[in-house]
Every structure is written in structure tokens, then in C-alpha cells.
């Protein structure tokens, strides 16, 4: 069964950067696309990143394009997520996701397996 788990969140300033990381385990790594969601409070979850094998592939939401990087290493089966220029805006609840295969989906209703989450808070 696989399993993953996010660490990095907390609280931080607007402007600041962050990176969450998930580290998978329970089949092989290299043979899922890996994804991020968030979820603000009261909203729905909303796609924020992902990326297959190929870690020159990855796949942005337009809201994080340019400041947020996702990143994977198969070695550590573990994938990142580099967040720079926090805004207020940010703040949610960061979900790691997996999905088998390659393809790179932006719906969570795609991913099977998912993380407990990790809070993340930007006060401005």
C-alpha cells in the first residue's frame, strides 16, 4: 500500500519561500506521477503542481507559475515543492498526491492515493 507523507509547513511571512516535501513509500516511487493540491479553508481542493518520471516535465497551476517548483528525486522518493514569494493567498492546507503511470492530471479525482497534508499559513 502506498503511503505518503508531507512535512515542511508552518507559518510564515508574505515574500518569505517554503519547501514541502512528501516522501512516498510502499511500491516504486519511479513508476507514479507525483502531484500537489491545496485546500483554503471553506474552498475547494485546487491543483497546484505535478510531474511524472521525467522530472523535466512538470505541469503548473497559472496561479503558481513562476514561483512555485516542483521537483522529485527518485533516489529519495521524495518529491519537493519550492515556494517563493509567499502570498497571503497561499494559505492552505498542501496535499502531496500519487497517481500510477504517466500521465500529468490537474483533477484530483485522477490521483489514488493521497497524504494527510501539512498547513501552511503566510500572514501579510
Known amino acids: 500500500q502506498v503511503q505518503l507523507v508531507e512535512s515542511g509547513g508552518g507559518l510564515v511571512q508574505a515574500g518569505d519561500s517554503l519547501r514541502l516535501s512528501c516522501t512516498f513509500s510502499g511500491h516504486t516511487f519511479s513508476s507514479y506521477t507525483m502531484g500537489w493540491f491545496r485546500q483554503a479553508p471553506g474552498k475547494d481542493r485546487t491543483f497546484v503542481a505535478t510531474?511524472?518520471?521525467?522530472?523535466?516535465?512538470?505541469r503548473y497551476a497559472e496561479s503558481v507559475k513562476g514561483r512555485f517548483t516542483i521537483s522529485r528525486d527518485n533516489a529519495k522518493n521524495t518529491v519537493y515543492l519550492q515556494r517563493n514569494s509567499l502570498k497571503p493567498e497561499d494559505t492552505a492546507g498542501y496535499y502531496c498526491?500519487?497517481?500510477?503511470?504517466?500521465?500529468?492530471?490537474?483533477?484530483?479525482?485522477?490521483?489514488?492515493?493521497w497524504g494527510q497534508g501539512t498547513q501552511v499559513t503566510v500572514s501579510s
Open positions: 510531474i511524472s518520471w521525467g522530472i523535466d516535465n512538470p
Open positions: 498526491a500519487a497517481r500510477s503511470g504517466l500521465s500529468r492530471s490537474a483533477s484530483d479525482m485522477s490521483y489514488d492515493y
